[in-house]
């Protein structure tokens, strides 16, 4: 299963970017989807997850009321809207598909299915 993660690039801080996760046939929909991420030098860490249905979303703290996790497509696509950036945000962002479809879970042991990987950069 191949997820395509795309709308990384370059902003500055205090801007904003959309981040997109498309899955192939029904990958997404039926299971929980998360976003982590992976700066330089650091472990991979949590950023946001939705449940199948999209009922239930969590926030890792440092993004928390900046960065909104949303599904379109018929749940085929989870999107990762991201505002008010800071040099912080910076880091390789990669959507994850969860073995189950209910919760949220922040531990990347919970997903099965990986993305390639976008950047996101944010200049100071």
């Known amino acids: 299963v191949q997820l395509q993660a795309s709308g990384g690039g370059l902003v500055q801080a205090g801007g904003s970017l959309r981040l997109s996760c498309s899955c192939p046939?029904?990958?997404?929909?039926?299971?929980?989807v998360g976003w982590f991420r992976q700066a330089l030098g650091k472990e991979r860490e949590f950023v946001a997850a939705?449940?199948?249905?999209?009922?239930?979303?969590d926030y890792s703290d440092s993004v928390k009321g900046r960065f909104a996790i949303s599904r379109e497509n018929a749940g085929n696509t989870v999107n990762l809207q991201m505002n008010s950036l800071n040099p912080e945000d910076t880091a390789v962002y990669y959507c994850?598909?969860?073995?189950?479809?209910?919760?949220?879970?922040?531990?990347?042991?919970?997903?099965?299915?990986w993305g390639q990987g976008t950047l996101v950069t944010v200049s100071s």
């Open positions: 994850a598909v969860a073995f189950s479809p209910y919760g949220t879970s922040s531990s990347p042991t919970s997903y099965r299915y």
């Open positions: 046939k029904r990958t997404c929909s039926n299971n929980a």
């Open positions: 939705i449940s199948w249905r999209g009922g239930t979303s």
